[in-house]
């Protein structure tokens, strides 16, 4: 049975650890769980102590010939200005012993070199995902080059992310050259604590002094924070969606919507569309964009046309959907934006599709 | 509220614990630590990467359901769903994959019309009742930039036969009471049945 832990409450500002008077190991039942499958809440490392949110596995550079990389995640941490994320990674003992820990944790063009930027959160609640800080020429992670994982050693190295909203308790860990998922991750506050002065301890050693020497201001973290589209479509794949939490982008297929050539709706269209306006009715604001697209065949006169005049059918078919607060607009763009090469006839039916983009109200 | 959850990398961890679980499941016997008056382990730095750590052999994941086919240029692969979890907030799938190929092979998991990404983004999780929806990986997205980082596994630049590898994805929400799902990877039959686990 897989092991997994509930997520903690969050301590108190100030070291996470500090908080923790007695070093014992906490067990804590998993949620929803019965039976076994405990996960220990702290281990006593050393006489560190040690929090275990998560684990995870992956290869060298993701190169399966190489030894399986194992880790951990040790805590998502809140600061003033900043989150800080603490992992581990390690070799088993008698694995190569000539692997560089950047094969684990890297840095990306985008990012100063030496620095760690394959790690991502997820706010799945708050629609957010975040990547670590970057900007001013500034290294805000360990610096990993050049260090050689010792089998049988955990390293530790810690990366700052954005400072996580307020409300945002759990986030999920993409981590590593895979991008391996640890999730569920209760969010904490405080550095982790006892320090040491090495940059990339190993686990039991302490914690490393994160953002220490770190100018904060220099952080760009609007530049780490993206938007998490949710995707959908429906079970025939007559519409596929694309949400944000600002916006739904509709996407249907205009060989279910229309006959050839024709810009009349099908039977089956208004069933497709029903969805959508039911949505629009519920939490649309603002302009209501319907653009039809077809593919290469027939003259760009004649497809200009024909996208136009389908679009305008589809707006027809929303309208009794669309409330005051909502404009249905219309526009028809031919084959000059083609989703696929019209090169085949599976691309040219991705190229022939009517959109709905719209704008959706908070909390609605 | 999501529950943490530890892959099965941490499983030998999971010996921390055995004298507290029914089910501590698989991992190397405790290799040491001393036992503290509340009894609870302690351990040294060495010993503790070593219960996490193991002896480096690749995960071999229990799975609810597979597939085996071939990909589009002709290379044989197995799929394991590993799990389907889900809660309010999101839907988890882990799959294991096992096969003998490189990277290029594995890409129309993730293409789209116009590009292709070393990502796992093609993989759907199905909700098959009525008016039920196909579900797809989150992808991130900043301002009109191209959604090139996706909540989910990236491949591994190749594959091997007996060196499977774990790969998972963050999915939308399936609705409450949704006790089995399909899932789809693009090319190979879908994997039906298999049963959802609500946290």
């Known amino acids: ?364 | 509220m999501r529950a943490a959850r530890v892959a099965g990398v941490l499983l030998a961890v999971g010996v921390l614990v055995a004298g507290c679980t029914s089910d501590p499941g698989p991992g190397p016997e405790p290799t040491g630590g001393s036992t503290t008056a509340s009894g609870s382990t302690g351990y040294t730095v060495e010993e503790f990467a070593a219960e996490v750590l193991g002896d480096g052999a690749p995960d071999e994941l229990d799975v609810v359901g597979q597939v085996s086919g071939t990909l589009p240029d002709g290379e044989p692969v197995q799929v394991g769903v590993v799990a389907v979890r889900a809660d309010a907030s999101g839907t988890t799938l882990e799959l294991t994959v096992r096969g003998d190929f490189a990277l290029g092979s594995m890409r129309g998991w993730s293409s789209g019309p116009l590009r292709s990404y070393d990502d796992i983004r093609g993989v759907e999780v199905v909700d098959e009742s009525a008016g039920g929806w196909r579900l797809q990986p989150y992808t991130l997205r900043q301002d009109d930039e191209p959604e090139n980082h996706c909540a989910c596994a990236m491949f591994p630049r190749t594959l091997q036969e007996d060196r499977p590898v774990t790969l998972s994805a963050v999915l939308p929400p399936l609705p409450a009471g949704v006790t089995t799902v399909t899932v789809a990877v693009p090319g190979l039959d879908p994997v039906t049945s298999v049963p959802v686990t609500w946290e």
Do not use: C
């Open chain 1, 1 to 364: 049975m897989p092991l997994r832990s509930r997520p903690r409450r969050s301590t108190r500002a100030g070291s996470v650890l500090a908080a923790a008077a007695v070093a014992v190991v906490l067990l804590v039942p998993p949620a929803g769980a019965a039976g076994g499958g405990d996960l220990p809440d702290v281990v006593d490392v050393a006489g560190v102590e040690v929090p275990v949110r998560g684990a995870f596995s992956t290869y060298p550079a993701a190169d399966v010939e190489r030894d399986v990389v194992r880790g951990l995640v040790h805590g998502v941490q809140r600061v003033d200005g900043a989150t800080v994320v603490y992992l581990s990674a390690g070799l088993a003992e008698g694995a190569d012993d000539e692997v560089v820990l950047t094969s684990v944790f890297d840095s990306t063009l985008a990012y100063e070199g030496n620095s760690i930027s394959n790690v991502t959160l997820v706010d799945r609640v708050g629609g957010k995902a975040y990547r670590p800080l970057r900007g001013g020429g500034a290294v805000f992670s360990s610096k990993p080059t050049g260090l050689f994982m010792v089998p049988g050693s955990l390293h530790v190295v810690w990366v700052a992310f954005p400072e996580l909203p307020p409300g945002v308790d759990v986030v999920d860990v993409l981590a590593g050259p895979t991008d391996s998922l640890v999730d569920g991750i209760e969010v904490a506050d405080g550095l982790l604590e006892p320090f040491v002065d090495e940059e990339i301890p190993l686990v039991g050693e302490g914690w490393p002094r994160a953002l220490d020497d770190v100018v904060l201001t220099l952080a760009e973290p609007e530049r780490s924070v993206y938007d998490l589209i949710s995707h959908r479509s429906t079970t025939d794949q007559v519409a596929a969606i694309a949400e944000s939490p600002q916006e739904v982008a509709a996407t249907f297929d205009a060989n279910v919507l229309f006959d050839k050539g024709s810009a009349v709706l099908t039977p089956a269209a208004q069933d497709a569309l029903a969805a959508v306006g039911a949505d629009i009715a519920a939490r649309a604001s603002g302009d209501v964009v319907v653009v039809g697209h077809t593919d290469s065949d027939g003259s760009s006169e004649s497809n200009q046309v024909l996208s136009q005049q389908r679009a305008e059918a589809v707006v027809a078919a929303l309208a009794p959907w669309a409330g005051s607060s909502v404009r249905l607009v219309a526009q028809g763009r031919g084959e000059d934006e083609p989703v696929a090469p019209n090169d085949s006839e599976e691309n040219m039916q991705a190229n022939r599709r009517v959109t709905v983009t719209y704008q959706v109200q908070e909390g609605r």
